[in-house]
């Protein structure tokens, strides 16, 4: 059972675009929203968390969408550059249970 | 601070050898955590740790897999009788409060 599920899997985008990556919830205890960065040969690094009592979060020109009603987020990369190209993983916990994970979304910038 | 520490980085067992992995969380760190990432699969849970103690290893295959962390400094997976379907990357993070994972750089295991 996929708890946590992101859309689209893969994502092409010109340099200088925004890149909208989705994630969708099924469990609404959930209430930490991790989003981790992940480039080929390394492990996820995390990017950006938002609690369930904001509906927006803003580091950089990484910002996240979030709405507690629909179960759903996203995550807003502004003025996408060739090296934001990685994995993008969303992940979700409530208190007392371990994070999951989202499969996915691989973003490709192109200069 | 080096962060989570793995190894080795790549290891390669034939079908039916044991396989350990390593990892080494950050100093202070409470909590330890075992994925297992496949291109099919995408991450998957396996179990995890907190002040040393197995808390929840639902995501850990019955047979074969076990995993332990005899001290507060490095933790071990390890896959006996290691099959085709094993072969996958193996990642290690540890947290201090559960909320932020730092994931090692993980360990590729190719099974022949």
């Known amino acids: 059972q996929q708890q946590v599920r992101q859309s689209p899997q893969s994502l092409t985008v010109w340099e200088g675009e925004t890149a909208i990556l989705n994630c969708s919830y099924e469990n609404s205890a959930f209430d930490y929203f991790p989003w981790y960065q992940q480039f080929p040969g390394e492990g996820p690094a995390l990017l950006i968390a938002i609690r369930s009592v904001s509906d927006k979060k803003e580091d950089g020109g990484f910002t996240i969408f979030f709405n507690k009603r629909e179960k759903n987020l996203s995550l807003h990369i502004k003025d996408s550059q060739p090296g934001d190209s990685a994995t993008y993983f969303c992940?979700?916990?409530?208190?007392?249970?371990?994070?999951?994970f989202g499969t996915g979304t691989k973003l490709q910038v192109v200069p | 601070n080096a962060g989570v520490i793995q190894t080795p980085r790549h290891k390669v067992t034939g079908k039916g050898q044991e396989a350990t992995l390593w990892c080494e969380p950050i100093s202070g760190h409470s909590a330890v955590f075992w994925y297992r990432q496949t291109i099919v699969q995408g991450l998957e849970f396996l179990t995890y740790f907190r002040n040393q103690a197995p808390i929840d290893d639902s995501g850990m295959p019955k047979e074969r897999f076990s995993a332990q962390m005899p001290n507060q400094s490095h933790s071990t997976l390890k896959i006996q009788s290691t099959q085709p379907q094993d072969s996958a990357v193996y990642l290690c993070a540890s947290s201090f409060d559960r909320a932020e994972q730092y994931f090692g750089p993980g360990t590729r295991l190719t099974v022949l």
């Open positions: 992940a979700a916990r409530n208190s007392g249970t371990y994070q999951r």
